[in-house]
């Protein structure tokens, strides 16, 4: 999983680390290749963006092991909220915080208790 993504660009943040917990897929939401989705069914990469309501690029929809969707966001995310979102899927913190914003502030305290600075508007 993972072939083709760039792990450096896509996130500098330590939780970079947290990557090879997920297998990505780049998907031209335009494209009529074929893909299987997350649960198995076959469809064109364009359907499968409709299906799943992605109008727009950036998007990133994260899946649970049986393709049920767990998580999405969708925009250009600052690196903070990249290393975060990847964070809060690879935990499982998703099943715990269902609010992503009270999980960004939590991980954003604890990060300052420690001494580090927290980049949230850069």
Do not use: N
Not at 11 to 34: H, N, Q, Y
Request: proline fraction near 6%.
């Amino acid at each position: 999983g993972g072939e083709g993504v760039d792990h450096a660009f896509v996130c500098a943040d330590p939780p970079a680390t947290l990557l090879p917990a997920f297998r990505a897929a780049r998907v031209d939401i335009v494209s009529r290749e074929a893909v299987t989705t997350p649960a198995g069914e076959a469809t064109t990469m364009r359907d499968w963006a409709r299906a799943l309501g992605i109008a727009y690029t950036p998007s990133l929809v994260f899946f649970d092991g049986e393709g049920r969707e767990v998580f999405r966001v969708d925009g250009y995310l600052r690196p903070f909220h990249l290393a975060s979102s990847l964070d809060y899927v690879a935990s499982g913190a998703y099943r715990r915080e269902p609010e992503f914003q009270r999980f960004i502030e939590a991980r954003a305290a604890a990060r300052r208790a420690r001494g580090e600075k927290v980049e949230l508007m850069k």
